[in-house]
C-alpha cells in the first residue's frame, strides 16, 4: 500500500510536469556524467544526481568534470546546476513527503511500525517497565523524509548528511503545596483557673498538652496513669493535672497547610503516568515545528498529545499498520 501510494504520487501530471521543466538540466548533466538519457532509474528524480554532488560538496571535493580519454576535460558541472539541482531535490521531496495530499498515509504506512515502536520504548520507560535512557537509530534520507512526514514537519526539504531528529523526554516535578495535617495547639487558660505553677508550665507546653489531656481527663483511672515530665511543677499530683487539663482550651488537631514539595507519584499519576512526562522534538538542532494544530511548536508537548497522535495513525504497537497495508484499514 505505501509503495503504491509513493509510486503514484510520482506518476501524476504534477510530477510528470516537474520532470519536463528539469530536462534542460538532466540534459547538461548527463552530458558530462555519460549517463544515459533513457537511464530510468537516474531519470525518475533528480535523487541520483543530488545525492553525488552534494556528497562531493559536503567532504569539499571538486565537482565533476566530463572524462575525455580518461581525463578530466574543462566541461564540469557548475556551481549554478549543482545549485538547481539542490533546488529542485528539495521541491521533490516537499512535494513526496508533505506536499501530496497522500503524502501522510504513504509515510505511516511505511514507517509505522517504527512509530509504535518508539511510542513502545517511551512507555515501557514511564511505566517503569525499562531503564534504557538512549536510543539511537541511523536511517538513509528516505526514512528520515517519512518520519518528517509524519511529524507534518512545517518546511520540508530534503534531509541533508548528518541530518538528525531527536526525541528528548523529561518529567514534571511536582512543586504544588501539599496538605499537611500537623499538630497545632495554642493553649489558653479558661477564666476562673488558678494560673499556678502547675498551669503555667503546661500552657508552656501546648502541643505537649494537646497530646495528652484529651485522653488522661477522659480516663476513670487516671489517678493511676504515669504523668509525663513536662507537668513536673504539678508535684506528682493527677488531681491537680486533670484540673489543668480542664482549665486549658487545647484543639487535639487542627489543620494547617504546610508548603512542601513531594516527589511521590499521586493516585491519579500513578493510573496514568503519560500525564507527567512532556517531549520536546528537534530537528536540525532547532525546534522542530509541525504544521499539525495538535503538536504546532514541539517543545515541551504533552507526551500524552503526542502519543494519542501516533496511536491514530498507526495503532498501539502498530495495530492499524496491516490493515493499512491490506486495504482493510483506510488510510
Known sequence: ???????????????????????ALYSTLDNISGVPENDGGFHASLDHYYDNLSARQCHAKPLPCKLVNGVNSSTCVTQASADNVYRLGHYEYSYIYRDDSR????????????????????????????????????????????????????????????????????????????????????????KGCNRDNCLRQMINQASAVAQFCPTFT???????????????????????????????????????????????????????????????????????????????????LPLKTLLAYFDGLVGVNASLVKGKCSGSVAV
Not at 500500500?1 to 530536462?23: C, E, P, Q, R, V
Not at 523524509?145 to 511536582?174: A, C, H, N, T
Not at 482549665?247 to 499521586?266: F, G, W, Y
Open 103 to 190: 503524502s501522510l498515509a504513504a509515510s505511516a504506512a511505511s514507517l509505522g511500525v517504527w512509530i509504535a515502536e518508539m511510542a513502545a520504548h517511551i512507555r515501557e520507560f514511564i511505566e517503569g517497565k525499562s531503564t534504557i535512557i538512549y536510543r539511537h537509530n541511523v536511517a538513509h534520507d528516505g526514512s528520515m523524509s517519512r518520519l518528517l512526514s509524519i511529524l507534518q514537519l512545517d518546511v520540508m526539504v530534503w534531509p541533508g548528511m548528518g541530518s538528525e531528529v531527536v526525541f528528548e523526554l523529561y518529567k514534571k516535578e511536582s512543586t504544588q503545596p501539599t496538605p499537611t495535617t500537623m499538630t497545632t495547639a495554642h493553649a489558653t487558660a479558661t
Open 218 to 300: 477522659a480516663s476513670s483511672a487516671n489517678s493511676a496513669t504515669a504523668l509525663p515530665t513536662f507537668v513536673s511543677n504539678c508535684g506528682g499530683n493527677a488531681s491537680r493535672v486533670s484540673s489543668a487539663c480542664s482549665c486549658l482550651v487545647t484543639p487535639t488537631e487542627a489543620s494547617s497547610t504546610s508548603p512542601s514539595i513531594s516527589m511521590s507519584t499521586s493516585a491519579s499519576s500513578i493510573q496514568d503516568p503519560e500525564s507527567e512526562y512532556y517531549i520536546r522534538v528537534l530537528w536540525k538542532g532547532q525546534v522542530l515545528r509541525s504544521s499539525n494544530p495538535s503538536l504546532g511548536l514541539m517543545d515541551m
Open 1 to 23: 500500500m505505501a509503495s503504491n501510494l509513493f509510486n503514484a504520487i510520482k506518476s501524476g501530471d504534477n510530477w510528470k510536469s516537474h520532470l519536463t521543466a528539469a530536462s
